[in-house]
């Protein structure tokens, strides 16, 4: 019966993930071809593990362990802004090895152009729609796409058959998943291939996506995990108020070789610490009783 349940398992994986990365070229292309503004590419994930848990494993969508899984504990939520302030440290470290790429006040007054009362006031009303209550709006819209995907179900099955090497082994399939989205508009890195981008990219979404995977396991919440996701994409349109992102090196700066190590230093630190990857959620006991029949748990 374990033999049956392990081999189960593994043709999951294998059939999530390649469905994932085929709808990813699948719904990247047909966006480019109509010019679709909808992101529909970021739902790719979800519609494959709906599909795996569905007709692979044949479970219910509408099952408790899923619903259990929604909310969590949103008295935790707040640290779905940890990957944020990650990044705040990688872009004050950018700003320390090339000052120049700071802007001056005057210039952030002027990109800022357009909006209400004084500059302390505009910088706040900056801050809290774009690092607040954007990240809200896109978990609806775009990053639940991703989430039910990779935190809820593919991270959960290959940390309870691997353990970290398995979480390593996620964030590996996480970033190669970009590589339509830079082949076809760019993403990230645009001055070098998208063949290279996405391996490169890698070396970001295995640290990264421990650190949401850390967030979605202590809040018991798929949400919490997508308002981690989209705290991270918010951190670059909102720092290109303050600082000259067009003359960033991708390599090094935003995406790059900085926030990576950031990033992999709270990777490390989650890791050894296995208590905190332990999952949390209202009722635990008895979620873990329903892991087997849930979509955002290890089966």
Known sequence: MLEKSTTVRLRSIAIFTVLAIGLGWIFCDIRTRLQW???????????????????VERHSLL?????????????????????????????MI??????????????????????????PIQIVTLLLLNLVIAPFLNTVLVYLGEEIGWRGFLYPRL??????????????????????MMAFTGLNYPNIPWWL?????????????????????????????????????????????????????????GAGIISMAVFWIAAIVIVRNPRWLIENTPGNDKTRRL?????VAPK
């Open 197 to 253: 981008g996405g391996p490169y990219f890698t070396l970001f979404t295995i640290p990264a996506g421990i650190v949401i995977f850390f967030i979605y396991r202590r809040t018991g919440s798929i949400i919490a995990a997508g308002l981690a996701h989209g705290a991270i994409d918010m951190c670059s349109p909102t720092i290109s108020f303050f600082m000259h992102t067009n003359q960033f090196n991708s390599l090094i700066d």
């Open 63 to 91: 099952s408790v362990g899923v619903r259990a899984h929604i909310l969590g504990k949103v008295g935790l939520w707040w640290i779905s802004w940890i990957p944020m302030g990650l990044l705040g440290i990688s872009y």
């Open 37 to 55: 503004g909808f992101p529909l590419e970021m739902w790719s994930p979800a519609i494959a593990a709906a599909l795996t848990y569905v007709i």
């Open 94 to 119: 950018t700003a320390l090895r090339d000052p120049r790429l700071v802007l001056t006040s005057t210039e952030i007054a002027k990109s800022l152009k357009g909006s209400m009362g004084p500059l």
């Open 291 to 295: 892991q087997a029949h849930t979509i």
């Open 159 to 180: 940390y309870a058959k691997y353990g970290v090497l398995g979480l390593i082994l996620a964030g590996i399939i996480w970033g190669l998943w970009h590589a339509p």
